[in-house]
Structures are given as C-alpha cells and as structure tokens.
C-alpha cells in the first residue's frame, strides 16, 4: 500500500475558509472540478466529473476546521476503496494544510500523475482563499496531456 | 520505507532537451536552484543550495535521454541515504518524466512539504524545456512560507 502526501500552507487567519473548500460543493467547484454535485454531510456522496471522467467520493467523517475524510466508492479501478484525508491546524497566519490519499495497491505510473496533479489541485485551493480565485477543471493546469 | 513519485509531459520531440536539463549544471540551475555548482557525471557530486540550505547528490547512473540516479550524500537528516530517480521516454510529442524520490525513512510532515514542492520544481521543469523559462530558486513558486 502506497500514500500520495503534500503539504501547502494558505495564507488566512484562520482554518474556517479552507474548511468551507472542502466541505461544501460550492467551495469544492471552485478549485477542484466545477462539475461537483451531491452531499458534503456525513455519510453523503460528492460527485466529481472531469473531462475524462470523475469520482464519487462518500464522506467518511469531518470536524470543524481540523478533519476531512472521504472514501473513494466509485471511479477509475486504482481508485475504488483509496482514502483521501485532509488535516488543517492553524499556525500563525497560515493554515496548514496536510493531505493524504492513501491505500494505492501499487505505485503505478498513474498513481504518479495523480500525486502531480493533486499538488497543482492543493495550489487550486491554496490560490482560491488567498486570492479569491482557483483553478478547478476545466480551467485546471495541465501537468501532461491529456490529463 | 516510502517515496515520493510525480509524473509530467514535457512537449518536446525527443528526450534530449529533458535529459540535458538533468545532466548539465546549466540546465539543473535552470530549473532547480540558480546556485548549482559540482559535476554531473558519474560519480561527481552536485551541490545545490537553496536560501534555507541545500544538498550534495552524487550521481549514481545516467543513460542518454532515458536515466539520472543521484544519492543524497549531504543535506537534511530525512534526506540523507535517500535516491532521486529519473526515468524519460517518448511517447508522440512528449517526453513522460517519471520521477521518484525514493527511501524515505518516514512519512514525516517534512516529507510531505517535499511532495508538493517537488511537483512545483517538475513543472518549471516542463516550462524550462516548453518556453525557454524555469522557475527555479530564489524564483521558486512558494507551497508555504518560508520554504
């Protein structure tokens, strides 16, 4: 079992706006895919679409500000049953941002896209609370192509 | 023990451009950080430095247009003893960079700022070798502050 990790810091006096990226479909349309739809609740089910295709993720737990988990239960194979888990804490002015989307079977050449892409998709949403604007598909960078 | 993998496609129509930015000083301070200094041949030991540090890689392996291999001989304790590794291909008009940063002893926090950090210093890669213009350090796209 493999875990894709990274690390941003967003510059903002408190965790409560990157929380609301994570937790509502409107924060998460804004940086990662503008195509998201479901239930940001507990136990509910977000729908993320791409050009090329999407995930469902179910949501596994959430706390105010510190704790974001989801289960991957619908997408491409690699990704079913793969967990991905957001860990905020405050530090002076940033808010760190620690993630994790664990449990890969094996370190496949996808599983190396998807840890470049989510580090542009975690610069999505560092820029969207610190500029007020991210870069959610389709208008997301582009780490190869088609990606 | 856990590593840090990326993929990119670089736009280019062989792998020479890729490869030279690996192997030349030149080409590394181009993207990496503008203060590299050593040799990049097999066996020398390249030292790049950076405002907060640096580290020495020693060049374990390099084939034309497919293959670099350095070893962390000095630096940050958590990087010490680990490999960079860098394999290139061609598929149409793009060079697949797969990149591992491989033998991490833990998945310590400093571990996953490097992750995302890394991906940065891939996509001035790719820009290097696109556009003529990396970003490399004091120029650096910044995850965090400092870093």
Not at 5 to 17: A, I
Not at 25 to 44: F, H, I, K, Q, R
Not at 123 to 137: D, I
Request: hydrophobic content about 35%; some cysteine.
């Amino acid at each position: 079992m493999v875990d894709i990790l990274h690390r941003v810091g967003v510059v903002t006096p408190s965790p409560e706006k990157v929380y609301d990226a994570l937790t509502t479909v409107e924060g998460l349309a804004s940086w990662w895919t503008d195509d998201t739809t479901g239930s940001a609740e507990v136990g509910g089910v977000l729908q993320f679409r791409f050009p090329p295709g999407g995930f469902d993720m179910k949501v596994l737990d959430r706390r105010d500000s510190e704790l974001v988990r989801w289960e991957v239960v619908d997408g491409p194979t690699e990704w079913v049953g793969t967990t991905v888990e957001w860990n905020l804490r405050q530090d002076g002015d940033h808010t760190i941002v620690m993630f994790k989307h664990k449990g890969w079977r094996e370190p496949v050449e996808f599983m190396h896209h998807c840890g470049t892409k989510w580090a542009t998709y975690l610069m999505s949403l560092k820029a969207l609370v610190e500029t007020g604007k991210g870069a959610p598909s389709p208008n997301d960078v582009h780490v190869a192509y088609p990606d």
